[in-house]
């Protein structure tokens, strides 16, 4: 801890601020004000910093507003900013249920980053995920037809191995680990070339297009892309939105029994999406896929660093229709997981 009148790093206090405030479910434009003055800041040479500092200027500053030049004023003066402490003596848990099988939970299997349509860098996004605790966390960017959230070109998706294998050596014995939400084709294809899934840890595939199609058109969809033999994990199945900025919209519809069938004979992990706004499957169907007795996966679908703590949504969903915690994968030692997920 900071002794009093030593300098507090304004950078680091901006993000907390920013991790809280997607914790929470702040508006975006609220942790956008704190992100972007973290980011103008850390670009800033030292000089500059003392010279606003010195003067008080920093609400001048290209990125920074009254309210974080409040912030960093005070974070450089050597005392926790009040708009921190006030964050951090509200921060309770964000569920009541779930924190036994929580604590069992080792990684995240679905995250994205700047990459896609993420608002942090995968390096932000894993440090986070180190800090929460996390003995492994995979990054999981859009595949390239997703052109709505920047997906991944073969040759992008390339360049982010490159990263995350300097960061799975940086940050050892933190396992980052590389995968894909690629998207379900209407052919029921995968959304990237075989050659390349073929080197990814982990394999989350989605449908994200015409989900208004008629059931057996979209049964067939899903259960192609769940035989494929590169897919891990069926992500979000029913794509319904509850809540939230972007609306709501109402489940797919298929054959839940075929499709959960597939699920348990291809080996394929049904994710339970903690997004507040997804909770997907739907308790009656994930009742049902507990009953077909396939593998499951808790994923937090995080697009920003606070949101790396939805995890607990799912847990507490998962915990109170009493799903073993050994048929969930990330629950897994990393060694275990990686040789489920590798299927040749």
Wanted: charged share 25%; net charge negative; proline share 5%.
């Amino acid at each position: 801890m900071a002794q009093a009148g030593e300098p507090l790093d304004p950078v680091a206090v901006l993000r907390e601020i920013g991790f809280l405030l997607e914790r929470s479910r702040a508006d975006t434009y609220r942790v956008r004000a704190y992100r972007g003055a973290a980011d103008a800041v850390a670009a800033m040479p030292a000089a500059e910093r003392e010279r606003r500092q010195a003067d008080g200027s920093w609400a001048k500053a290209t990125g920074v507003g009254p309210k974080t030049a409040t912030v960093i004023t005070q974070a450089l003066a050597g005392r926790v900013p009040d708009y921190l402490q006030q964050l951090r003596d509200d921060r309770e848990p964000l569920v009541a249920g779930g924190a036994e099988l929580r604590a069992k939970v080792r990684g995240d299997l679905h995250t994205h980053s700047t990459w896609s349509d993420g608002g942090s860098p995968v390096e932000e996004m894993m440090a986070t995920a180190q800090a929460l605790g996390h003995e492994y966390c995979v990054i999981t960017d859009h595949s390239p037809r997703l052109t709505v959230a920047r997906g991944l070109s073969p040759e992008r998706l390339q360049e982010q191995m490159a990263l995350t294998a300097r960061l799975n050596e940086e940050m050892a014995p933190f396992r980052v680990l590389q995968g894909i939400e690629v998207d379900i084709l209407e052919d029921g294809g995968l959304d990237q070339t075989d050659a390349l899934l073929a080197r990814l840890d982990v394999v989350v595939a989605s449908v994200h297009s015409k989900l208004r199609s008629d059931s057996e058109t979209m049964t067939h969809r899903m259960v192609g892309a769940i035989a494929n033999r590169r897919t891990n994990v069926l992500g979000h199945c029913t794509g319904r939105l509850i809540e939230g900025s972007r609306g709501t919209r109402p489940e797919s519809v298929f054959d839940a029994e075929v499709v959960f069938e597939a699920c348990r004979t291809f080996d394929v992990a049904v994710e339970i999406n903690s997004r507040p706004e997804r909770r997907d499957p739907p308790t009656r169907l994930l009742q049902q896929a507990i009953e077909a007795g396939c593998l499951f996966t808790i994923d937090t679908d995080a697009h920003a660093p606070g949101q790396l703590e939805f995890l607990a949504y799912g847990c507490e969903r998962a915990e109170a229709l009493g799903l073993d915690p050994d048929r969930i994968v990330n629950t897994w030692p990393i060694d275990r997981l990686l040789a489920w997920a590798d299927k040749g």
